[in-house]
């Protein structure tokens, strides 16, 4: 069990290393994928957002932001549906745990999109 809850929170600093990426205007999106650690998903991400290719560098900041959080949420959701199918107490309790750490992890995105909006881009990229 313990190594679903650290496979679960990789899957997470995953996605969320997109945040970390972003580094110049919509030109340069191949290079910003490239950089990630699955670049697919973030190519996916840029291309959900039609305005990407048009978008300075603070706006695909948001961006990859968004990404990042919905990939969040995603993986959140799908953990919780494997914790209501547990019955054996020390495996729920380690997906509780995941949970957690996935929820404050979560949160961490969500502060950070909220200071990259009020311009507060140093803030956004704080631990």
Known sequence: MAFTCKFVIVLAAIFMGLIAYVSGDAR?????????????????????YRRSSH???KALGRT????ASQQSLNTMEL?????????????KNAYVDCSLKLYFGDHKITTALQSW???????AGRP
């Open 55 to 57: 978008e300075d560098v």
């Open 117 to 123: 909006q009020n311009a507060r881009y140093a803030d």
């Open 64 to 67: 990859s932001i968004d990404c």
């Open 79 to 91: 953990e919780g549906k494997f914790v209501v199918n547990v019955t054996n107490y020390a495996v």
């Open 28 to 48: 340069i999106i191949n290079n910003v994928c490239s950089k990630t650690t699955v670049a697919s998903y973030c190519h996916k991400c840029f291309g959900m």
